[in-house]
T-cell receptor, first 112, second 115 residues
Framework: DSGVTQTPKHLITATGQRVTLRCSPR?????VYWYQQSLDQGLQFLIQ???????AKGNILERFSAQQFPDLHSELNLSSLELGDSALYFC???????????FGSGTQLSVL | AQKITQTQPGMFVQEKEAVTLDCTYD???????LFWYKQPSSGEMIFLIY??????QNATEGRYSLNFQKARKSANLVISASQLGDSAMYFC????????????FGSGTQLTVLP
């Protein structure tokens, strides 16, 4: 158990819909990262938050957004969903000063 | 931009034998970090080992060691005494200095340990 909690584990929805994925980082970790794992793109960095502020953006679509709340949990919002958005979405957190990323177990999103 | 290449889509190894998973990287940044993660069929990503570009010695974590050859830009993972539970997808990844832990991943190698 990495200590990073992601909910839900599975999500099935239809094209055009909007969903919210939730992540609670490990206790004490201020940074949260979102990654997408798809069959065609592999594992890609989406976005990073540190203590409530956006720190870096990767290959994140404009239809996607994220935020980190004062209690440090984070949410990834995916809107106007397309079939190609079907993927495993990971959240990860990292402790300060340690070169290690702890991943949650992921949310499997299926867009039908 | 940095790039990670894993040229072995699949590998087989006999139980109790050692196996090497290949990883090459490309970056012009002198400061970077290299990682290996394991993804079993259950889907979670498990950290295995880390090597910094300025580390003088190869990293080791239990049965895992990282064969770091800076001049060749390779960071191969060596698993000693393979176990059936080692069957999984293995990903090599890197970060650049100043980019925190925004990992760039390779395409992965599916390792199957045979009894």
């Amino acid at each position: 158990d990495s200590g990073v909690t992601q909910t839900p584990k599975h999500l099935i929805t239809a094209t055009g819909q909007r969903v919210t994925l939730r992540c609670s980082p490990r206790s004490g970790d201020l940074s949260v990262y979102w990654y997408q794992q798809s069959l065609d793109q592999g594992l890609q960095f989406l976005i990073q938050y540190y203590n409530g502020e956006e720190r870096a953006k990767g290959n994140i679509l404009e239809r996607f957004s994220a935020q980190q709340f004062p209690d440090l949990h984070s949410e990834l919002n995916l809107s106007s969903l397309e079939l190609g958005d079907s993927a495993l979405y990971f959240c990860a957190s990292s402790p300060p000063g340690l070169e290690k990323l702890f991943f949650g177990s992921g949310t499997q999103l299926s867009v039908l | 931009a940095q790039k990670i290449t894993q040229t072995q889509p699949g590998m087989f190894v006999q139980e109790k034998e050692a196996v090497t998973l290949d990883c090459t990287y490309d970056t012009s940044d002198p400061s970077y970090g290299l990682f290996w993660y394991k993804q079993p069929s259950s889907g979670e990503m498990i950290f295995l080992i880390y090597q910094g570009s300025y580390d003088q010695q190869n990293a080791t974590e239990g049965r895992y060691s990282l064969n770091f050859q800076k001049a060749r830009k390779s960071a191969n993972l060596v698993i000693s005494a393979s176990q059936l539970g080692d069957s999984a997808m293995y990903f090599c990844a890197m970060t650049l200095s100043g980019s925190a832990r925004q990992l760039t991943f390779g395409s992965g190698t599916q390792l199957t340990v045979l009894p």
